[in-house]
Every structure is written in C-alpha cells, then in structure tokens.
C-alpha cells in the first residue's frame, strides 16, 4: 500500500487549506489512519487520527476546534481540513495508517508516531504572518 499526500501550499494566517492523502494498491482498509507534522528542527508530532470504519476521531489539543480529519471509504482517502491556520502549523504533514491494535488506550495509543507502519512522501504547508 502506498500513501500519497497532497494539498499544501503556502497560505496566509487565518487561511485555510484541505490535504488528501490516497492510498493505492490497498485490498482492505487500515485500521487507523492519521496525520502527523514535522516542523524545520522539531520532532514530528501527532495532528489527527481517525479510525477507517468507526470514524472515531483524536486531535492535538493545538489543532483541536481548527482542523478536521475525515475520510471518504469509497475514494481510500483520507482529508485534513485545516481552518484559521497559524504560522505555527507550519510543517511538513504526512499521513500514517496502522493495522496494529494494543490493549492500550487509543487516545494514547494512535497519537505515537511508532503506531503506525506506512507513511506517505509528506506535503509541505507554509503559513505566513
């Protein structure tokens, strides 16, 4: 299975911005898939996870009322809506997708970047003040 991401751009502040990310050469559909941000010079965090079938969904208390993660089962695509974007949501974004479940609490479990095994290119998004 391969990811691809795509949608970012450079945008002023308090633009906003919608990634795609598709997945290819897939026969079932993951288990959880997310979106995680690198920043130039910081470790890559968690943004958004969602689960494929359930649509349960978990944010990053920095993008929590401003972005929305969805997906579209049909298209095995996964969004990021992003609203009233800051010059601190400048990164690189890469979407994630996981098989692996633990006995651990997901909202604790799909917000670590080792959950997941299959990460696509990344697209960079640029947010100017």
């Known amino acids: 299975v391969q990811l691809q991401a795509s949608g970012g751009g450079l945008v002023q502040a308090g633009s906003s911005l919608r990634l795609s990310c598709t997945a290819s050469?897939?026969?079932?559909?993951?288990?959880?898939m997310g979106w995680f941000r690198q920043a130039l010079e910081k470790e890559r965090e968690f943004v958004a996870s969602?689960?494929?079938?359930?649509?349960?969904?978990y944010y990053a208390d920095s993008v929590k009322g401003r972005f929305t993660i969805s997906r579209d089962n049909a298209k095995n695509t996964l969004y990021l809506q992003m609203n009233s974007l800051k010059p601190d949501d400048t990164a690189v974004y890469y979407c994630?997708?996981?098989?692996?479940?633990?006995?651990?609490?997901?909202?604790?479990?799909?917000?670590?970047?080792?959950?997941?095994?299959?990460w696509g290119q990344g697209t960079l998004v640029t947010v100017s003040s």
């Open positions: 969602i689960t494929w079938s359930a649509g349960t969904t």
């Open positions: 050469g897939r026969t079932s559909s993951p288990y959880v």
């Open positions: 994630a997708a996981t098989n692996r479940q633990s006995s651990r609490t997901p909202r604790y479990y799909y917000t670590a970047a080792p959950t997941y095994d299959n």
